[in-house]
T-cell receptor, first 113, second 115 residues
Framework: RKEVEQDPGPFNVPEGATVAFNCTYS??????FFWYRQDCRKEPKLLMS???SGNEDGRFTAQLNRASQYISLLIRDSKLSDSATYLC??????????????FGQGTTLQVKP | DAGVIQSPRHEVTEMGQEVTLRCKPI?????LFWYRQTMMRGLELLIY????????DSGMPEDRFSAKMPNASFSTLKIQPSEPRDSAVYFC?????????????FGPGTRLTVL
């Protein structure tokens, strides 16, 4: 079983739609959670951290459910520029793991005009 | 400010040749990571360093792969001999962290093709 699992998609949605991505992680010791964005043929970049209480950044909302080991990302009013691959990322803390991130395979979003 | 710098950006080589990928992390960052990305396997961590010391190399595929960090501003990933299955995009990333899970900044990657 992969440590971080995501539906690879692609998700094809029209402009203005709301779309949600889900992610599950296997290690209950995971302590930090993130969403990274990767544009085609570019490097991954941090989109947002995910906090236990949930957090919002403009049109983007991230949620964490530790009991179910589940993370989500909601994009409202999607734009053409949101087309990218979204990577779910977890981090283990503690000896030997400090700084190390585990990446999911990514979910591809295509926003159509 | 300059981000993470990688060279070369593209490399095409023949099977059996030695390949050296280079990385300059962001100044002041104490962690450096090497990743490999393919369509089939996604983004895989190969090795990472803290203060120039290798911490975890469990992701290095086999003895053909080696990585060094002689100083805080330079790291290399070497493949010798290269094989077609090594074709991938290799990313270097750096971070500054005192705990865990701080943001990693990625370089633009080296697209390696082994014929």
């Amino acid at each position: 079983r992969k440590e971080v699992e995501q539906d690879p998609g692609p998700f094809n949605v029209p402009e203005g739609a709301t779309v949600a991505f889900n992610c599950t992680y296997s290690n209950s010791a995971s302590q930090s959670f993130f969403w990274y964005r990767q544009d085609c043929r570019k490097e991954p970049k941090l989109l947002m951290s995910v906090y236990s209480s949930g957090n919002e950044d403009g049109r983007f909302t991230a949620q964490l459910n530790r009991a179910s080991q589940y993370i989500s990302l909601l994009i409202r009013d999607s734009k053409l520029s949101d087309s990218a691959t979204y990577l779910c990322v977890v981090s283990l803390h503690g000896s030997g793991n400090t700084g190390k991130l585990i990446f999911g395979q990514g979910t591809t979003l295509q926003v159509k005009p | 400010d300059a981000g993470v710098i990688q060279s070369p950006r593209h490399e095409v080589t023949e099977m059996g040749q030695e390949v050296t990928l280079r990385c300059k992390p962001i100044s002041g960052h104490d962690y450096l990571f090497w990743y490999r990305q393919t369509m089939m396997r996604g983004l895989e961590l190969l090795i990472y360093f803290n203060n120039n010391v290798p911490i975890d190399d469990s992701g290095m595929p086999e003895d053909r792969f080696s990585a060094k960090m002689p100083n805080a501003s330079f790291s290399t990933l070497k493949i010798q001999p290269s094989e077609p299955r090594d074709s991938a995009v290799y990313f270097c990333a750096s971070s500054q962290t005192s705990g865990g899970g701080n943001e990693q900044f990625f370089g633009p990657g080296t697209r390696l093709t082994v014929l």
